[in-house]
């Protein structure tokens, strides 16, 4: 199939190459310049694992083409997806500034039948937005041209994104008519050939699952964090009691560690976002607002270990981090635990020394280099400093040279936001270490 993909972020380069991938003609359409040259010299913009041969490989085979204009990909493609940001606005509520724009721009320049999809997250009801606007800038132009609007979220996690398109775990399409649902078939056959399971269903219902299963998971994080509180009250060992929960099949084990709470591009936007739709409908949040409340408490929790060990004077500390992305195997720092943590800890006097495998760049422009030093090794970000701060989980850290980081330190204090040493070894290899819910 002949298909044209507007916005080249994360969504959009992922989409677009394991579009092509399946052997499908994709244009990939950015208003970035320089991102698309970029794109053709082979240059990715995002951090993520196994994208780069993806994308070179398609480019190069022509079956993965870049370009500025979106007249280009609409004069060759029946299918548009849209794949653009949609941030919050200060409200909470999805901006659609971006999806209202490639909506328009496709209605001035369609000439023949369309298939405009949402892979963006959008609330409820933005499929009928975008029908609107398209029907209108039509008769703008006096035609009448037939188009479909469909739903098809995506659930690419940051780290294993390019595996969760290629083998995802299903696959979910909201169409409003028959045609669009035969197309869409088609399009998802081969994966429907590999044992995908494919759910077809109305538009509102499509839009309605990405928030809800982008909001369960957050609230099951927020519901661990929370027993995490009270299981240090108690004398309970919270990885304990995720194993004791997790065996339960009607639970499962994902989405159960307890730790700095959730970041990165979707949960935080996505459970301000349906609150906002529930405000709007005239109904209470309770347990979304909670969700929302208990990640942000988290993170002061753990940093009020950090100042209870120094008795609240950390003026002059040097504390070295480990970890600065949301999460590991991505260099995306939006709604990164660090930055809470670092921001707080430096307007406290202290001064950071900090690691990160691939987000180190990121990071520059989020903190500057006031009272921050960078570093691009993990045990020379140790020496000298007062204690280690594990804030992302990146494999590497698992398994450390414990003698080394003793050796470095001034003194071997590891504060642990992730839980992912024991703290009985710790103990015994004369670390002082504090960690999450044990």
């Known amino acids: 199939m002949n298909i044209t993909v507007v916005g080249v972020g994360y969504v959009g380069l992922v989409t677009g190459a394991g579009l092509a991938e399946m052997g499908n003609n994709v244009w990939c359409i950015d208003v970035d310049e320089r991102k698309i040259e970029n794109l053709k010299n082979g240059i990715i913009p995002i951090y993520e694992p196994g994208l780069e041969p993806l994308v070179k490989s398609n480019y190069y085979q022509g079956r993965l083409k870049f370009s500025t204009e979106l007249c280009e990909g609409l004069l060759n493609s029946e299918i548009v997806m849209i794949a653009v940001g949609t941030p919050p606005n200060e409200d909470g509520s999805a901006d659609l500034k971006y999806v209202i724009?490639?909506?328009?721009?496709?209605?001035?320049?369609?000439?023949?039948?369309?298939?405009?999809?949402?892979?963006?997250?959008?609330?409820?009801?933005?499929?009928?937005?975008?029908?609107?606007?398209?029907?209108?800038?039509?008769?703008k132009r006096g035609l009448s041209i037939d188009f479909d609007v469909v739903s098809n979220p995506e659930f690419l996690k940051e780290g294993e994104a390019v595996s969760d398109f290629l083998k995802p775990d299903r696959i979910i399409i909201g169409v409003n008519s028959e045609r669009a649902y035969n197309i869409m078939k088609d399009l998802y056959l081969p994966f429907e050939r590999n044992g995908v399971p494919v759910f077809i269903m109305d538009r509102l219902s499509s839009e309605m699952t990405k928030y809800a299963a982008n909001c369960m998971l957050?609230?099951?994080?927020?519901?661990?964090?929370?027993?995490?509180?009270?299981?240090?009250?108690?004398?309970?060992?919270?990885?304990?009691?995720?194993?004791?929960i997790g065996s339960d099949p009607r639970i499962g084990m994902s989405f159960l560690n307890a730790g700095l709470g959730y970041g990165g591009s979707c949960f935080p936007k996505d459970v301000k976002a349906l609150i906002k739709t529930f405000e709007e409908n005239n109904i209470e949040p309770k347990i979304l607002k909670s969700v929302d409340e208990t990640n942000k408490e988290q993170r002061m929790f753990f940093i009020e270990k950090i100042l209870g060990f120094y008795k609240n004077d950390i003026k002059d500390k040097t504390f070295s981090v480990w970890g600065l992305s949301f999460k590991p195997k991505t260099d995306d720092m939006r709604e990164a635990a660090s930055i809470t943590i670092i921001n707080y800890l430096r307007e406290k006097g202290a001064f950071i020394r900090a690691y990160d495998p691939v987000a180190i760049e990121n990071a520059r422009l989020i903190f500057g280099n006031e009272n921050i030093e960078y570093f691009n090794d993990e045990y020379k970000v140790?020496?000298?400093s007062d204690a280690l701060i594990i804030v992302t989980e990146w494999p590497q850290f698992r398994e450390p040279d414990f003698k080394l980081i003793k050796k470095l330190l001034n003194r071997p204090v590891i504060f642990d936001g992730r839980n992912i040493y024991i703290?009985?070894?710790?103990?015994?290899?004369?670390?002082?270490?504090?960690?999450i819910g044990r």
Do not use: Q, W
């Open 382 to 384: 140790l020496k000298g």
């Open 101 to 139: 724009g490639v909506a328009k721009d496709i209605a001035k320049h369609m000439d023949n039948y369309k298939i405009i999809i949402t892979k963006s997250t959008v609330p409820v009801g933005t499929g009928d937005i975008i029908e609107n606007i398209i029907k209108e800038e039509l008769v």
């Open 218 to 244: 957050a609230t099951r994080i927020s519901f661990m964090n929370e027993i995490s509180r009270l299981c240090e009250k108690v004398g309970a060992d919270i990885t304990k009691v995720k194993l004791g």
């Open 423 to 435: 703290p009985e070894r710790l103990k015994e290899l004369g670390f002082e270490y504090f960690s």
